[in-house]
Structures are given as structure tokens and as C-alpha cells.
């Protein structure tokens, strides 16, 4: 739990204020609360399980009530690879996409990905990266050759 959310359960229970700070204090000098930790915890599993990009994380974390500076302290140690993660998400969607029309198939991932709180810009490039992958086959190498006849 967040400190935040741990002054909500303590008001819950009927506590004043003076005393829902020492048990807050108390807990935090123990180490039951950390803020910190649990923003890190939670951005970690949020990438790796949910795929999540910085716009979702930061917004599950807000809804903790995780302050402002440690939400942007725990979202500044991930690498800055919003791009690649968009992209790993849709490649494995893109290959459930192939009876839908281009149109659709595009409309439906790059929703999928702002969702994941991808900002608009990564979420149409990975959409159109991965669903052109899968069309061809697989991962291009970006270069293209021409036939000259």
C-alpha cells in the first residue's frame, strides 16, 4: 500500500489525524511503507506483465496517490524504450489481426497500444511496423531492393 492509501483505511477505521501520523511514521520508520519501493515495484510489473507505456504508469501510480516527484523518479530509472516495448506489444497482436482489413486492423492495435498509455506518435509506428511484419512474414531489415526491369 501507499502512504496515501494507507491514511484512507486508517480514517476508515475512526483514527484522528494525530494518530494516523505516528502509525504513518511508525510504519515508515519500519520500512512497511516506502512510496519509492512500491513505485518501482509497480512500474517494473507494469512493464513486464502488462506491457504498459509512461502515460499508464504514470497514471496507475497517480491513482495510488504515489507523489508527483517519486512517480518521476521511478519513471526516470526505465530505459527509455517506450518505441521498442509499443513494438514487442504489437507484434504479438498484430498476428491475430490477419483477417481484418489494413484499415481496421491498424485502428484496432493503435488503440490497443494508447491504452497501454503509448502517446499517439509510438502507437501508430509500432501498429504499422508490426502489422506490416506480419504481413510479410516477419521482422524487416529495413532495406528494400528494387527490381530494375
Known amino acids: 500500500m501507499s502512504i496515501s492509501e494507507s491514511r484512507q483505511v486508517l480514517r476508515g477505521v475512526g483514527l484522528d489525524s494525530g494518530m494516523i501520523?505516528?502509525?504513518i511514521?511508525?510504519?515508515c520508520r519500519r520500512g512497511y511503507l516506502d512510496d519509492s519501493a512500491l513505485a518501482g515495484v509497480l512500474v517494473t510489473s507494469g512493464v513486464e506483465r502488462k506491457g504498459q507505456g509512461r502515460v499508464a504508469l504514470s497514471r496507475a501510480l497517480a491513482q495510488r496517490g504515489i507523489p508527483r516527484d517519486v512517480i518521476d523518479a521511478a519513471l526516470d530509472e526505465l530505459p527509455d524504450d517506450d518505441d521498442e516495448r509499443a513494438l514487442e506489444?504489437?507484434?504479438g497482436k498484430a498476428r491475430s489481426m490477419g483477417r481484418l482489413d489494413p484499415d481496421t486492423a491498424?485502428?484496432?492495435l493503435v488503440g490497443q497500444l494508447s491504452r497501454r498509455g503509448y502517446n499517439g506518435a509510438v502507437a501508430m509506428k509500432a501498429a504499422k511496423s508490426a502489422l506490416r511484419e506480419a504481413a510479410f512474414g516477419g521482422p524487416t531489415s529495413g532495406v528494400r531492393f528494387v527490381d530494375s526491369d
Do not use: E, H
Request: aromatic letters at 16%; hydrophobic letters at 40%.
Open 25 to 27: 511514521d511508525d510504519f
Open 89 to 91: 506489444f504489437a507484434r
Open 106 to 108: 491498424l485502428r484496432r
Open 21 to 23: 501520523d505516528d502509525v
